[in-house]
């Protein structure tokens, strides 16, 4: 159990970008048209950077070789 709660960091934040982002993006934006925008940046963009950058993070602190 130890161990999760070392890792648990990094499923946090690759969790936000998945499930809460999305919901955050429907409080604030109302318009369907303006919604789709950072929808697609997120999917295309922002998620797939966010995981490299968290698993360089988690490949650096594990001592992973690349």
Do not use: K
């Amino acid at each position: 159990m130890r161990r999760f709660y070392s890792h648990l960091p990094y499923y946090l934040v690759i969790l936000f970008f998945y499930w809460p982002l999305y919901e955050l993006f429907l409080l604030v934006v109302s318009d369907p048209l303006t919604l789709e925008e950072p929808y697609i940046n997120n999917l295309l963009f922002f998620t797939p950077l966010v995981i490299l950058i968290i698993s360089l993070l988690y490949s650096y602190r594990f001592r992973f070789s690349l």
